[in-house]
């Protein structure tokens, strides 16, 4: 079962920091289809949150096909959420970014700088050239 | 769907001072509604329009569409108050206070105030005076939520709590939000506390409504947005302006706009309640009017 | 309302109860000891009221004195301040405490309104003050009525004597000081200035009826009694011991007017002594039920001008 985390003061509402941790749960595998979410109820209780925002975010898990809901039963993942990252992928992918990172530190940059750096390549990778 | 609260014009006036002046806001229901604003804004005034414990000097409120003038009976039992500073019998136990509840209250759910109690560690027997903060603002809140009202009104529940027992309270309060549907109209100063369980934000300032929406509403359409410093003074000039920083580099516009693209050279930030709120309290002639088009980039 | 009243005020029903319980006490031990002095007097002393010139009988009136007379004053001081203090200690509170710890929030936001919460507590405790004071009021009786007749023995003892405890004024009292206690509370706000108001009103309302008020509900008789051979002798319509005497006697001519103390007859010469006169004022004993309704009347639409205020205060508080 996903354990939710809430982070105030940050940019991002509070509805879509947890479709955020539902989405990454799915990507890493935590949570695979069918597995069922926590019942409002207990979010509520556990993070002493708007009740509003967890169905909210339910929602919006659901309009992604991430989940769905059976009336009494509860919210549950859906066979239609993404696949978690292939191994494969992950594979290709995990070595040529270790070893940038490599790179960037023996370049002299500090972990902030990183950090920087790869959230602006980020942004700039998935805003344009969105075809 | 009918809002919980709504003034028409409202005005409340201690001797000189118009605590509350041309007030017209719509609360609504099934949410939790924050009340921002610095101290003597009216907020207190406000809730205690609602739920009838002082009568206006203008205009008029309703609470759930009852007159709580004309129609307290109406109003008292189905809205639950915790005044500012949570006032109880000190020398009345927990039980006599719950059984003053259930003596004043034409629909009591006894059951459930005393299971709240017990979940909370609380023993009946206890007086109040012997309580600590936290566990009298947990009596203060089940004494309010045990007529099972359609609306809780709360002045600054928190205040003066620490941060275990502010926490233990918010959480009683979302709760029986869950499990009721009840409506929350809440004073707060904690803007942690506001992002956390709120989902309708009214800022008053000046006894009069600053800003009024839906939260998640409010933050997608304001926008900091930060270029090289300029000179011209943007803040009076542009309506949508909402605060205006300059250091010595660089200028930072909060502004509430519709199209999201920046001039070239400024780049975009989403502003966090807190900033969004502060920014509104510190410039009280920024009003909620209705956003127009930002006028051309304020870098030219 | 009613458990929320009782809950709140039950310490004061309590210690109104041991009051009474200690006032009843104290009026069976008068009782007793004075039957035991009454059966003294049968044994020792003449028949006549008046005649207490046996030698025997000195120690009894000693006694009579030291004990019950200034048992006397003791009663009809409580008489006089118990009121005051139903005014004090269940009146002011009504309202000031709520006000002074903000409780009145608390209260007026439960689904009792205001002016139900008002009326009731008011009607609660008034039935309870009543009651209280109609036990005193019997208790009082009682030892005036025991009183009374040890009195006959020493000297009179007017029904007057006894006005303050009356039932119907003392019942209208503790329900005057209670209105005011209340309406006193409504306006300041506070306990102790309210206290104080309570007390200063109720003294100065007690008093100025009594010594304004009181001697004119009816007009007085006046008797004229002329000089005869052995003094004054009244000629019909004279006060007897159990009348109120009010005002001093005042010597007059015939015409009714006032003569100066220079101006009286010089020597024996009874055609002057013939136009003088004593003038005496008073009210008999016969009217004294009549007073006591007319007092009690006075105070009860006083208590009650005084709740509707406190009512309109409550109706306006913030």
Known sequence: MIHFRLETGSATPAYAQLVHQVRRAVLRGVLAPGDRLPAAREVVAALAINPNTVLKAYSQLEREGFAYSRAGLGTFIAETAPAPIAPRTLHDLRPALRAWVTRARDAGLSEEAVSALFESALDEGYREGVA | ?300 | MSWLTWRQHRWEAASALLLLLVCGAGVVALTVAGSGLMAEIARNCPAAPQAVVAPSCASLTARYSGTFETMWWWVVAAGTVLPALVGVFVGVPLVAREAEHGTHHLIWAQGVTRRRWFLSKVALVGVGVVVGAVALAAVGQAWFGMQRGLGAWFGSQSIWDGFEIGPPVLIAYAIFALSLGVAAGALIRRTVPAIAATLVGFLAARLSIAVLARPGYLPPIASRAGFGSSGFASAGGSPTSSDWLVGSMVLSDGSGHPIPSGGFCQGPDPGCYSQVFALQHYQPADRFWLFQSIEAVIFIVMALVLLALAYRLVMRMR
């Open chain 2, 1 to 300: 769907m009918r809002p919980a609260i709504e003034t028409t014009a409202l005005g409340k006036r201690y001797r000189r001072n118009w605590a509350l002046r041309d007030c017209c806001v719509q609360i609504p229901g099934e949410r939790i509604t924050a009340l921002i604003g610095p101290n003597g804004a009216g907020k207190t005034t406000l809730l205690n329009l609602a739920i009838g414990l002082l009568t206006p000097d203008a205009g008029g409120i309703e609470t759930l569409g009852w007159s709580p003038q004309r129609q307290p009976e109406l109003v008292l039992g189905r809205v639950g108050y915790v005044p500012q500073d949570r006032p109880l019998y000190s020398r009345f136990t927990v039980a006599d206070t719950l059984h003053m509840g259930r003596s004043t209250n034409p629909r009591w759910d006894d059951r459930g105030a005393r299971e709240r109690m017990h979940k909370r560690g609380i023993a009946l027997d206890l007086p109040i005076r012997r309580l600590s903060g936290g566990q009298r603002a947990q009596v203060s809140l089940a004494l309010a939520l045990g007529k099972h009202p359609d609306l809780l009104l709360l002045d600054e529940p928190a205040s003066s709590l620490d941060p275990l027992a502010r926490r233990d309270f918010l959480a009683e309060l979302v709760d029986a939000v869950a499990a009721d549907g009840t409506t929350v109209v809440l004073s707060s100063h904690v803007i942690a506390d506001v992002e956390r369980v709120c989902d309708y934000l009214v800022i008053l300032a000046d006894g009069r409504v600053q800003l009024a929406g839906d939260i998640d509403t409010i933050r997608e359409e304001h926008k900091v947005i930060i270029g090289p410093r300029f000179e011209r003074d943007v803040a009076s000039a542009d309506a949508t302006v909402i605060s205006a920083e300059h250091s010595e580099r660089e200028s930072a516009l909060l502004v509430r706009r519709d199209d999201p693209a920046a001039p070239p050279g400024w780049r975009i930030e989403t502003p966090s309640l807190e900033e969004l709120v502060l920014a509104y309290l510190s410039n009280p002639r920024a009003g909620a009017l209705p956003a127009p088009q930002l006028a051309e980039s304020a870098a030219s």
